[in-house]
């Protein structure tokens, strides 16, 4: 999946969660492996994905072959 949008924020990104969860489901593993940028360490998202039960795991960004 993939929107365009003219600035990212933390609510953007919790909408987008939204979108996804409703349309496919919450993931299996019942986490997601995030970059550690502001939208998505913010309350809206961080708060959305307590809401549905998913983790929250955070990728080392220096790292990028740590990220699966």
Known sequence: EARLVA???SSEAASFFSDIV???GV???DSIIIDNGTQFIGEPSLQFCDDF???VDKAA???PEANG
């Open 7 to 9: 600035k990212i924020t």
């Open 22 to 24: 409703y349309h496919f």
């Open 27 to 29: 993931p299996k593993s």
């Open 53 to 55: 039960n998913i983790r």
């Open 61 to 63: 960004v220096a790292h």
